[in-house]
């Protein structure tokens, strides 16, 4: 009788360093994939630095634009902080020539635009009368017009005092997902689509009905009828800002905006906009409201409401390295020629 135990000992030897060798094989593989991300992570970690530090450079270069037509007595769409020509003295300033396109910071290039944020009006200081205007001018619906100027008047109020057709905590509490009113000044515009009866539509103007709708550009009469939903002329975020000192600078501010200051009606925000782009333009109060018919008496009372100068910007910078880009948002404020960002964050 023969005894094989050492070819069988063998083969089992030669199974478990099989076993071993795959093991160790799917260690090392995970092992390599691990360092893989790991180096990937520290790269996205080192580019997302570089972005912003770039992103940060752009502001900075923009709060310089700004500080240098600081001393100005006015600031208009043709200035070179919006992109424009250029406007009185500025035109023989050191930002003649300069772009605020594709400038090169470190690695990367940065694009810059900025608004005026005195070309709206403050949402934050708005009251019933002029929330209710508004939402008349925009098109809404008549029966929605006091519930929503009640309700987003009750959002920014610090009490939980509801208005008659408004909404507190209560009502917000019995949504899913259910949150707090803030009873505080609104910081983000977008927390406009979190009230009560603001719609999308209202908020960005148009309508979602879209092109499925029977005769989805025809308007036949007035209004909408009751099924039909409202088209609004403009949204809300087009005329309102929380960023501004509160005045209305009527050399920057649109139709749409000047048309809503009291005393103003669209014969009269036309000629102020063709006194504006004249030549040479008008850049002062009286004679701007002079050329728009505006009686001296309703001019005094309006100098409450407006000005020629801004002094809160919103600045969006564009960085690209390489093949990414990535958007930042700054809010500054201007003091003559000294400029303080307020805010920074990433914005794409």
Same mark, same amino acid.
């Given at each position: ?88 003295? =500025? ?65 920014? #109020?610090?009490? #939980? ?47 979602s009905a879209g092109d499925s709708t029977p005769f989805p ?10 099924? =039909? ?24 501010? #649109? ?17 102020? =906009? ?39 910007? =919103? ?11 990535h958007e930042y948002t700054a809010v500054v404020f201007r ?14």
């Amino acid at each position: 009788m023969k005894i094989r135990l050492a070819k069988s000992n063998r083969a089992f030897a030669v199974i478990i360093a099989l076993v071993a060798v795959t093991v160790l094989t799917l260690l090392a593989g995970a092992f390599a994939y691990a360092m893989k991300i790991e180096t990937k992570l520290a790269a996205n970690t080192n580019d997302d630095d570089e972005f912003y530090w770039i992103g940060r450079g752009g502001v900075e270069r923009a709060c310089w634009w700004l500080s240098l037509e600081g001393n100005q007595p006015f600031s208009s769409r043709q200035q070179y902080w919006n992109g424009g020509p250029g406007d009185g003295p =500025e035109t023989n300033g050191p930002l003649a020539g300069e772009s605020l396109s594709g400038y090169q910071i470190g690695q990367g290039t940065v694009s810059l635009t900025m608004s005026e944020q005195e070309s709206k009006m403050n949402i934050n200081t708005a009251d019933g009368p002029l929330l209710q205007q508004t939402l008349t001018a925009m098109g809404a619906d008549a029966n929605a017009i006091s519930g929503v100027s009640d309700c987003i008047l009750d959002w920014i #109020d610090p009490d #939980d005092n509801t208005r008659p057709a408004g909404a507190e905590s209560d009502y917000y509490l019995g949504l899913t997902p259910s949150y707090y009113a803030k009873n505080a000044p609104i910081d983000n515009l977008d927390e406009l689509q979190l009230i009560k009866g603001v719609t999308h539509d209202m908020y960005y103007g148009g309508s979602s009905a879209g092109d499925s709708t029977p005769f989805p550009k025809q308007r036949l009469g007035f209004g909408h009828a009751p099924s =039909e939903s409202p088209n609004y002329v403009f949204g809300l975020r087009d005329v309102f800002t929380p960023y501004s000192i509160g005045k209305i600078n009527v050399l920057t501010a #649109d139709d749409k905006v000047l048309q809503l200051l009291p005393g103003i009606d669209t014969s009269a925000a036309q000629a102020i =906009e063709s006194a504006r782009d004249s030549d040479p333009p008008v850049r002062n109060v009286p004679q701007l409201l002079a050329a728009a018919g505006i009686e001296p008496q309703v001019a005094a009372q309006m100098a409450n409401y407006i000005d020629v100068r801004g002094s809160t910007y =919103e600045i969006h910078a564009k960085v690209t390295i390489g093949q990414l880009t990535h958007e930042y948002t700054a809010v500054v404020f201007r003091n003559g020629p000294n400029v303080q960002v307020y805010s920074f964050y990433r914005s794409n």
